[in-house]
Structures are given as structure tokens and as C-alpha cells.
């Protein structure tokens, strides 16, 4: 039995945001975890999900451990990967498909967390991603800078990775401010407010809140005023994001210049989204070893 991994995720719109799932395929690669991780996206980015299994199958794969790149279980891995793998079992009848376990929650998720805070930058850095985008180019429509005075209009990527921006220290008290995307499914927001949770017992930060762009409360504003009111001078914010994209490239952003615009006497500091950092992809590696108790890829 030859078994290769496909790395599942959604995907996004900017250019460039497959990035940090190729930089752990590479990690896992690096970590022996498996000769065949293969990296396949539900949505706008390349390759497809059906070529990530292809891809597979043509090293030789007859099981393929399927990890869900996603911080919780909703719909895209409950509902939209399983249309998915029946799909690539009609095309591929001799594979026997497995289905890890998405990223959840997991301590592993608070030290990347803190990466990112303590990386976090001032407002002239807020923008790197979206400033960066063009290397990656792929001149598609759903990009948002297509045809824009940004946009390279097909260029060859450059391949080389976003830089990490300087970090700006902070000052007096800090509170932490984690920015999620928000669900309507009560479970799909648990595993980051547990997160929260462990982040206040740890007492680094003076406070720690959270906001949420959309479905839930407190929104993010209301978030940053609770900072402000108990005290905050700091107030670094962590996208709790996977990838790159709008929201995180130019949403979250403006939502914190609007916020350091009412509150001028508070420094307003923000880390990069999660996506890169190394402990998600032990946490991977974890979900891929679980998923095959007794066999070995190869």
C-alpha cells in the first residue's frame, strides 16, 4: 500500500494565497511525514482538488489521507469535501480515501497566536499582502486587483514568499485583539474562543478580546472599543485566518485604521494571518498520523 496526502482547502481570491498551504506541503515533506503531499484547493486557486488527487495517484498513491486545511468543521469540510472525494472515487475506484480531522482546536493554535503578535507591525505594513499579490499573478477575474493599476496583467510569478514586516514594540498595557471571520454555526467560533480562553489564563496580555467580521458579536469596532475602555494602550490584533485575502489583505485593515483614527492616544499594532506559521503544520502532521494509526506513507 502506497499512501499519499492531499492538503484540502478552500482557497481564496488574491493572488498569492496558496502560499502558506505549499509552505507546509514543503514542511511535511521535509518532516518525512510522507514522500506523496500533494496540495488541492476547493475553490479559485490551483490545483484543483481533483488535481491534487490526480497528482497523486500518478506517484503511485492508493490511499490518500485527505487533511482539511480548515479551523473548524463546517459546511466546506462536512458537506462540500464529501461531494468532492465521491467525485474522485467515481474516477479513481481503486484509491481508498481517508479523512483526517480539520485543524479544531488545539493548544498549537495559541503559539501561533503569539508568532504573530509578537511580529506585529504598524499601520505602513497592514497592506503587504495586498501589496505583494502581483508577484503571484495569475490573471484571473476573481482576483480583486484583475485589471487594476496593480495588477501585472499575467506576469510570471516570482515565487518568493510575503516578508515578514518589522515588529513595533508595544507600549503600557496591551491587550490582544483576535479577529475572526465569525460563522453562523454556534461550533464552527468554539475552537477560537477556547483559544481565547487559554490566551487569558496565560496572562501575557493585559486583555484579551475578540472580534468578528461578520455573523456574530462583537463585531471587531466593538472589540477595539472594549480595549479602549479597559485601558489598553496597545491593541495588537491577530487575523485568525488561514490564508491571505481580501479580508485580510484590505478588510481588517481599514476596520483598524478607522479604530486607530477614534482612538489616537492608542498604538494599534497587527501580526499576519496564521497561515505560515510553523505550528500549524505540526498540528497537520498530527491530524495526517492520526488518521493512519497502523500504516506508514510512502
Excluded at 484571473?140 to 516570482?158: F, H, W
Excluded at 467560533?189 to 477556547?194: G, M, Q, V, Y
Excluded at 479604530?259 to 494599534?268: D, H, I, K, N, S
Aim: charged residues 15%; proline residues 7%.
Amino acid at each position: 500500500m502506497t499512501t499519499g496526502v492531499v492538503l484540502f482547502s478552500h482557497g481564496s481570491l488574491l493572488c498569492g494565497s496558496e502560499q502558506a498551504l505549499w509552505q507546509h506541503a514543503a514542511r511535511l515533506k521535509e518532516r518525512n511525514i510522507c514522500e506523496i503531499i500533494e496540495p488541492g484547493f476547493l475553490n479559485y486557486n490551483k490545483p484543483s482538488f481533483a488535481s491534487g488527487v490526480a497528482r497523486a495517484v500518478e506517484q503511485g498513491a492508493t490511499t490518500i489521507v485527505v487533511a482539511p486545511y480548515f479551523l473548524a468543521p463546517g459546511k466546506f469540510v462536512s458537506h462540500d469535501l464529501q461531494l468532492a472525494i465521491a467525485d474522485e472515487q467515481s474516477r479513481h475506484s481503486q484509491v481508498n480515501f481517508i479523512v483526517a480531522q480539520p485543524l479544531g482546536y488545539d493548544e498549537r493554535l495559541a503559539t501561533a497566536v503569539l508568532q504573530s503578535a509578537v511580529k506585529a507591525s504598524s499601520q505602513a505594513y497592514w497592506r503587504l499582502d495586498l501589496e505583494t499579490a502581483p508577484a503571484y499573478c495569475r490573471y484571473e477575474q476573481v482576483c480583486p486587483l484583475y485589471e487594476s493599476a496593480q495588477c501585472p496583467r499575467g506576469a510570471v510569478p516570482s515565487g518568493k514568499v510575503c516578508p515578514d514586516p518589522p515588529a513595533i514594540s508595544s507600549q503600557g498595557k496591551e491587550a490582544l485583539l483576535l479577529m475572526i471571520h465569525g460563522s453562523p454555526r454556534s461550533n464552527a467560533n468554539e475552537a477560537a474562543l477556547r483559544i481565547a480562553e487559554l490566551l487569558r489564563v496565560q496572562a501575557i496580555f493585559s486583555f484579551v478580546e475578540v472580534g468578528f467580521m461578520e455573523c456574530n458579536e462583537p463585531d471587531i469596532p466593538t472589540a477595539i472599543h472594549t480595549c479602549v475602555q479597559s485601558g489598553a494602550n496597545t491593541i495588537t490584533a491577530v487575523p485568525y485566518f488561514l490564508h491571505t485575502g481580501t479580508h485580510v489583505a484590505d478588510d481588517l485593515p481599514t476596520i483598524l485604521e478607522a479604530g486607530a483614527a477614534e482612538y489616537p492616544q492608542t498604538l494599534f499594532r497587527m501580526g499576519r494571518f496564521l497561515g505560515f506559521s510553523p505550528a500549524l503544520t505540526e498540528i497537520l502532521r498530527d491530524r495526517i498520523t492520526h488518521a493512519l494509526p497502523v500504516a506508514t506513507c510512502s
